[in-house]
């Protein structure tokens, strides 16, 4: 794949939440999306579905050597910046409201390539530096081939 060159992908996503005083969720996705090779790395993208609560949104997932960013506009609109070893503060729009939080990654594997792969990110989130919760999200990516 050249780079900006765009590819039709399957995403298998799998995302784990264990907040502080309720019981862990988890959501699992199967959809479409489209794979691009970038100057700096790959970018992903999808569309959210009713599944996972945030029918109407676009999933943007920027994936660099040393970090991931993953931003949603639409109903839910939110820019999360992954970085081993490093806290980000995040604004996390929803039609509920706003909230500020801290994400920190504490484990990013990346195996995306011009004909897929996986992606795995292991953070924490807090709110005003108290810990509210451990995630992960891991992404599987495969080329969705066209039959001649």
Do not use: W
Request: net charge negative; glycine share 10%; proline share 1%.
């Amino acid at each position: 794949m050249t780079e900006k060159q765009t590819k039709d992908v399957f995403i298998s996503i799998l995302g784990l939440q264990d907040y502080e005083g309720a019981d862990g969720d988890s959501v699992e996705l199967t959809t479409t999306g489209k794979l691009t090779r970038t100057e700096q790395g790959y970018h992903l993208s999808y569309q959210e579905s009713a599944l996972t609560g945030m029918e109407g949104t676009e999933t943007n997932i920027e994936i660099f050597p040393r970090s991931v960013v993953l931003t949603r506009t639409g109903q839910v609109c939110s820019e999360m910046v992954f970085e081993q070893g490093v806290r980000h503060l995040s604004l996390y729009n929803t039609p509920y409201g706003s909230l500020e939080v801290g994400v920190a990654a504490r484990k990013i594997h990346s195996t995306i390539g011009d004909r897929g792969g996986e992606l795995e990110v292991n953070y924490s989130i807090d709110i005003d530096h108290r810990l509210a919760g451990e995630n992960s999200f891991s992404l599987k990516v495969r080329e969705a081939k066209v039959t001649q």
